[in-house]
């Protein structure tokens, strides 16, 4: 089993910064493993929003680029993501997860004011 627990959500106006954490544990061989961050807004489907490669690569979703920056590090099994110039409509449950990895934890919410 793999457990991840996402923080580090909370409630901001718009144009704020949060820095979401998750931690990974358990069965993962967390640094040979590609990271994402997902997103859930009310009635909506789940989406993804950034993703880094076990070497470091980034790539994100053209409604975060160049406000969100996804980073990891291997020695603690910690993945992260700075949101900054945060906008209503970011406004969710973020979720990290493994890819290709069929585990999800509870995520953590970010909510952004107008």
């Known amino acids: 089993q793999v457990q991840l627990v996402e923080s580090g959500g909370g409630l901001v106006q718009a144009g704020g910064s949060l820095r979401l954490s998750c931690v990974a544990s358990?069965?993962?061989?967390?640094?040979?493993?590609?990271m994402g961050w997902y997103r859930q807004a009310p009635g909506k489907q789940r989406e993804w929003v950034a993703i880094?490669?076990?070497?470091?690569?980034?790539n994100y979703a053209d409604s975060v680029k160049g406000r969100f920056t996804i980073s990891r590090d291997n020695a603690k099994n910690m993945v992260y993501l700075q949101m900054n110039s945060l906008k209503p409509e970011d406004t969710a449950v973020y979720y990290c997860h493994p890819v290709g990895v069929d585990y999800w934890g509870q995520g953590t919410q970010v909510t952004v004011s107008s």
């Open positions: 880094i490669s076990s070497g470091g690569s980034t």
């Open positions: 358990g069965s993962i061989s967390f640094s040979l493993n590609a």
